[in-house]
């Protein structure tokens, strides 16, 4: 596992590390997050930009993760994803050296709409390289966490994706971002399988559904690093894979459009 270190870097060898950001998360959720569920004063809601909805829980989670991520690797950077909308020059340098990714409320407007599909993210990145991810779920009570090469976990147990069972697939199919021509690889994608569902407009969950059996795969428009790292690598850990449609593997420092959560048997081009 992650032993803290006294420079920027890390070695996965000791487990010290990974349970410290474990407990932190669960933390921020139970006081920053869950008192809030259902209970948000419309005072306490913001938009971005239209439709893309902030709250009071989003700005308290990210500034006490960025403050307490900062500590236990000195020297590593923290790019959360409210900081980031205030100065996105953030963005630069996500592979050089070490640097924490915050996604401190995915799924916002879940979130508003009292919704249980939201979710607490954080990756922890070397040199370019995801090397940790934790995706916690407070509302379904689930725990996913993964380092690269030791497997994925759910709340403690070791997970491995399971098919849907179904013979064309199951598939989550949301286009909120996409464009006219993306919107036509949909239409032609969704004739092609069996359930067509919409999304659930929050990674933190949708990637752990093409772990569970619920759907075997997921489409997303936006590669907004916080929103993938963490998915991305629990779900590859956990037997998945995920990346572009034209067959290269997810890396956090490409941002373009159009990616792929699937299951290891799943085939859509």
Aim: with cysteine; aromatic share 8%; hydrophobic share 45%.
């Amino acid at each position: 596992m992650l032993v803290p270190m006294a420079g920027s870097d890390f070695r996965p060898t000791d487990p010290a590390l990974f349970e410290a950001v474990t407990g932190l998360i669960r933390s921020v959720a139970a006081e920053q997050i869950m008192p809030r569920w259902q209970h948000l004063l419309d005072e306490q809601v913001n938009e971005k930009t239209p439709g893309d909805l902030v709250t009071i829980a989003d700005h308290e989670s990210e500034a006490r993760l960025t403050k307490a991520l900062a500590g236990l690797i000195p020297g590593a950077r923290v790019v959360g994803e409210e900081a980031v909308s205030s100065d996105p020059d953030l963005l630069d340098g996500l592979d050089q050296g070490c640097v924490w990714l915050v996604d401190p409320l995915d799924g916002t407007g879940n979130f508003v709409a009292g919704s249980p599909h939201f979710a607490v993210m954080v990756a922890l990145l070397q040199d370019g390289v995801v090397e940790a991810g934790w995706i916690f779920q407070p509302a379904h009570e689930r725990f996913y966490v993964a380092e690269r090469g030791r497997g994925a976990f759910c709340n403690g147990s070791f997970v491995r994706v399971q098919p849907s069972g179904l013979p064309k697939f199951t598939g989550a199919f949301p286009t909120r971002y996409a464009n006219a021509s993306q919107q036509q690889l949909v239409d032609n994608i969704r004739a092609g399988v069996d359930v067509a569902l919409p999304g659930l407009m929050c990674a933190g969950v949708d990637y752990t559904r093409c772990i569970d059996g619920t759907q075997d795969f997921a489409l997303f428009w936006r590669s907004l690093p916080w929103d993938h790292a963490p998915g991305a690598l629990i779900l590859t850990e956990a037997g998945g894979w995920a990346g572009w449609m034209d067959g290269t593997p997810y890396s956090v420092c490409d941002q373009r459009p159009g990616l792929v959560a699937r299951g290891p048997s799943v085939s859509l081009f």
